[in-house]
């Protein structure tokens, strides 16, 4: 039981270019979020999914798509990078509504 | 989901039990009260949750008011590796749970 895997841990982009977060769960959770964290910040939703084939806006989704076409995998692609979209990467899980999250350890980007 | 408000900084001595409040006047009926926990760099890690009756498990004991307007997180004998920032958010228990925002918690620092 791995819980929540993302990957890369850390990555550098030029800007301009695009690429895709991993993010995956082995515990059949079907509740899943993804959530960026700026140095001394707190966290900030950018989407989320209650299940595969759903999915919906948070706080900050622009310049970020993503699909569920699995319970097991959230991906999370950023499409034309910025250095406004340097920050940490927090993929979250949650098997029901009552039940708290299970976070990934997280992506460090850096937009150069 | 309901806004919380939570001091931004507290200090607890070694051995103590730590309170931490967190203010969530808006809270509406389907909403229940999450507090996780962010050591340095780490990811989240979820603590405990309630709905209107006071909950305890291995980690902590949550106190909500009867008008759940508030709530306590309470850490029964602090050591140093309590030292973290602590969330306290409230989200609904229904297909919408997906939408969790965090704040900017509070930095609790327990001092030797």
């Known amino acids: 039981n791995a819980g929540v895997t993302q990957t890369p841990k850390f990555q550098v982009l030029k800007t301009g270019q695009s690429m895709t977060l991993q993010c995956a769960q082995d515990?059949?959770?079907?509740?899943m979020s993804w959530y960026r964290q700026d140095p001394g910040m707190g966290l900030r939703l950018i989407h989320y999914?209650?299940?595969?084939?759903?999915?919906d806006q948070g706080e900050v989704p622009n310049g970020y798509n993503v699909s569920r076409s699995t319970t097991e995998d959230f991906p999370l692609r950023l499409l034309s990078a910025a250095p406004s979209q340097t920050s940490v990467y927090f993929c979250?899980?949650?098997?029901?509504?009552?039940?708290?999250?299970?976070f990934g350890s997280g992506t460090r980007l850096t937009v150069v | 989901d309901a806004k919380t408000t939570q001091p931004p900084s507290m200090d607890c001595a070694e051995g103590r039990a730590a309170n931490l409040p967190c203010n969530h006047s808006?809270?509406?009926?389907?909403?229940?009260v999450y507090w996780y926990r962010q050591i340095h760099s780490q990811g989240p890690q979820y603590i405990i949750h309630?709905?209107?009756n006071n909950e305890t498990n291995e980690m902590a004991s949550l106190i909500i008011t009867e008008d759940r307007k508030s709530s306590t997180l309470i850490l029964p004998h602090a050591t140093l590796r309590d030292t973290a920032v602590y969330y306290c958010?409230?989200?609904?228990?229904?297909?919408?749970?997906?939408?969790?925002?965090f704040g900017d918690g509070t930095t609790l620092t327990v001092k030797p």
């Open positions: 309630g709905l209107k």
């Open positions: 958010i409230v989200r609904a228990g229904n297909t919408n749970a997906g939408k969790s925002t």
């Open positions: 808006t809270i509406s009926g389907n909403e229940y």
């Open positions: 515990m059949n959770h079907e509740y």
């Open positions: 979250a899980s949650s098997y029901t509504p009552e039940y708290g999250y299970t």
């Open positions: 999914s209650v299940g595969a084939g759903i999915t």
